[in-house]
């Protein structure tokens, strides 16, 4: 009987992301408790949640989720989000790299994005009363020109509408959140989107050795399935008003093959249709 109240008064939580999990808490009659379902962002307004976002690199991120309340909480994930940086932060660029096109604040980091609907539980979990969940996703950058993210750097995590009213941004960062797509495909797509960058632009994009010669920064693989990205975004976005509109509405950012070096990157737009979905990972 004594392990028996001991097995129900502990709740131990094992994250993985987009994963449902499953955790009860036993109250005062002894009881089991369902989970309280809770929009993470509308947790962190109510202060039932605190959430730290932290950066680890221009590809991954850690969100630290805090359940301040006393009862179990069943976590809804965003499906696209933004990390924009608290403070300006000055030094090199990340890994001795720089890029051939510059522009803006180049002392500060880039705003990131990501989404949290991945997996069979829809980016939904549990969090047991005043315990601390740790979940990695992938990211993009979505300022190019600035430096990469970095752990040491604050960051603080929002809904992608204060970043950008493009829903081609949003749908990018939701297919990535998603767990199938490849994150230099998705890092593409997004700055051809965020950034009005070319796809000439992005293909003549290099990685600066300090030792070395030089060297692509997206290969031609990952621009053809960028490609597909865009295109699917912007067959997904077609149903959202907001699209193009604001900063994010460059006139560079359509998707126009006809412009893009790799001819291989152009014959697999034309021949996949907008509404299949991208290739997956690898």
């Known amino acids: 009987m004594q392990r028996m109240h001991r097995r129900v008064a502990f709740a131990a939580v094992a994250l993985a992301t987009g994963v449902a999990i499953s955790v009860l808490a036993a109250d005062k009659a002894g009881r089991n408790a369902p989970a309280t379902p809770v929009d993470m962002f509308a947790g962190i307004q109510t202060g039932d949640l605190q959430v730290k976002f932290i950066p680890k690199n221009d ?7 805090t359940n301040d309340t006393k009862q179990p909480l069943s976590v809804k994930l965003p499906d696209a989000f933004v990390g924009v940086p608290v403070l300006a932060q000055v030094g090199g660029v990340n890994g001795g790299r720089t890029s051939t096109r510059t522009g803006g604040n180049n002392t500060q980091n880039q705003s ?3 989404g949290g609907g991945g997996g069979g539980g829809g980016g939904v979990f549990n969090i047991a009363p005043e315990a601390v969940a740790k979940i990695k996703l992938p990211i993009v ?3 190019h020109g600035k430096k ?14 204060s970043f950008t009213q493009d829903d ?11 767990g199938n797509l490849d994150q230099r495909a998705a890092q593409a797509a997004a700055w051809h989107f965020s950034n009005g960058m070319s796809w000439d632009e992005l293909a003549n994009k290099k990685i600066h050795h300090l030792q070395g010669a030089d060297e692509p920064y997206f290969s031609r693989a990952e621009l053809q399935i960028a490609l597909q990205v865009a295109a699917r975004a912007e067959m997904l976005a077609k149903d959202h008003p907001t699209v193009a509109s604001g900063k994010s509405g460059d006139s560079k950012a359509s998707v126009d093959s006809a412009t893009d070096p790799y001819s291989a990157a152009s014959d697999s737009l034309t021949s996949t249709s907008p509404g299949k979905k991208p290739a997956i990972k690898k």
């Open 112 to 114: 990131v994005g990501g």
């Open 141 to 143: 950058c979505l300022e």
């Open 168 to 178: 081609r941004v949003k749908e990018v960062l939701t297919m990535l959140g998603e």
């Open 59 to 65: 590809r991954d991120a850690s969100l630290m989720i």
């Open 148 to 161: 990469d993210p970095a752990a040491q750097v604050a960051y603080e995590i929002r809904p992608v509408e």
